[in-house]
């Protein structure tokens, strides 16, 4: 856990608190930094709405800004894989980084045409019965919103961050990322969250820290995928 910084007069939490009125006028945050933590650092965030509820699986990332050595050892991005299964995305929410390979399965036993017009990522891929194409490259980070030409119900997500330090909320709305010293820049993302909360920013210095952000507005009515019954015409 992390502890609390003992500066006198606080300046170091007024500046912090400063910057985070003028980043998050609409949003909540509680923050508490340890003082002279030069390791490896530890960010715990819990993302909530409003009313106190948590935010299951949202991404959560940090970049690092600045001039500091948090990627000398990263050696490449990991690739991810999008299956089709039950007629459903699978995962849901795929998070990769920027240059990250992803393939695209698929183990149903009916043919899908999955596509994608989103500006961090455009293209079409027909996918026949247990077929395995050629996977692949997120170039650019951003939000990837998938469909199926097929199955009008279909909706996943690739989001492609610009960091090898990012995870997913669990059922709480907490999230933990182990990172190098230095400086970052805090990002979450979920579909469900409204208007520009969708994607803000948080400078964070060197140091452990714990987060408590509360989103100005409620997350938008879960998307309910229509549930399939029988063979259906592409079997």
């Known amino acids: 856990m992390a502890k609390a910084a003992h500066v006198a007069g606080g300046p170091l939490i ?43 699986g949202a991404v959560v990332a ?17 690739p991810g894989t999008m299956d089709q299964i039950n007629r459903q995305f699978a995962p849901h929410i795929l998070v990769v980084q920027r240059g990250a390979e992803v393939s695209f399965p698929n183990s149903d036993s009916i043919k899908h045409h999955v596509y994608s017009f989103s500006q961090a990522k455009t293209f079409e891929i027909k996918l026949y019965n247990d077929s395995n194409p050629e996977a692949l490259v997120f170039e650019r980070a951003g939000e990837v919103e998938l469909g199926c030409n097929v199955h009008d119900w279909m909706l996943g997500y690739i ?22 010293s230095g ?3 805090l990002r979450w993302w979920h579909p469900r ?24 507005r409620r997350l938008l009515p879960r998307y309910e995928q229509e549930e399939i019954t029988g063979s259906g015409d592409y079997d």
């Open 183 to 185: 400086e970052y820049l």
């Open 62 to 78: 940090l970049e690092p800004i600045g001039d500091h050595h948090a990627l000398d050892d990263i050696n490449g991005a990991e």
């Open 14 to 56: 007024g500046v912090f608190i400063s910057k985070l009125t003028r980043a998050f006028p609409v949003a909540t945050i509680l923050l508490t930094l340890a003082a002279h933590y030069t390791a490896a650092e530890t960010f715990e965030i819990q993302l909530l709405q409003q009313g106190g509820e948590p935010v299951p």
């Open 193 to 216: 969250i409204q208007g520009s909360a969708s994607e803000r920013s948080l400078e964070l210095a060197s140091g452990q820290y714990e987060a408590s952000i509360t989103l100005s």
């Open 159 to 180: 989001y492609v961050v610009d960091t090898p330090f990012f995870t997913r909320s669990d059922e709480t709305g907490r999230a933990q990322l182990d990172a190098p």
